[in-house]
């Protein structure tokens, strides 16, 4: 293992009578050691919960409230279901009025329906009867 050289065994003693005197004097002065003021670690730990709070309840009312929040989308999806509802309702009307009016086309009966509810008119030969309502007489 060692080559040239023997192990001797380590074994520190303090001996007293050799170690360095000291003159007889007033004791040096030393700088005290400033350590860095920091914040004790339980308050730095509840202001970074409080601000770990804060921002949650920004971001959770942003969510609710923001533009593209979930208020704005109920409003936007009920604006939707509204329209789409009134949508079928304009298709049905405009079915039917595509049925009138090809009706009115190509049926002579519908065209003769509307000629007598809406003119008046009468068939020659036809007997017209005016009917008044009556007033009833007072006693």
């Known amino acids: 293992m060692y080559k040239g050289r023997s192990p001797e065994p380590m074994t520190a003693t303090f001996d007293p009578r050799q170690a360095p005197r000291r003159e007889a004097g007033p004791e040096p002065l030393r700088r005290k050691r400033v350590l860095p003021v ?11 919960n409080r601000l770990l709070v804060f921002v949650t309840v920004v971001l959770v009312v ?3 409230v923001g533009d ?13 279901q509204s329209a789409h ?4 309702v304009l298709k049905n009307e405009n079915a039917d009025l595509r049925d ?4 009115l086309r190509e049926d002579p009966s519908a065209i003769e329906m509307l000629a007598r509810e809406e003119l008046g008119l009468i068939r ?3 007997l017209l009867f005016i009917i008044r ?5 007072a006693h």
């Open 38 to 48: 920091a914040v004790p670690a339980s308050r730095r730990s509840k202001i970074v």
């Open 62 to 64: 942003d969510a609710l």
């Open 68 to 80: 593209k929040g979930l208020l704005e989308r109920l409003r936007a999806r009920r604006q939707y």
């Open 85 to 88: 509802a009134s949508l079928g």
């Open 100 to 103: 009138y009016a090809r009706r």
């Open 124 to 126: 020659p030969g036809e």
């Open 133 to 137: 309502d009556a007033k009833p007489q």
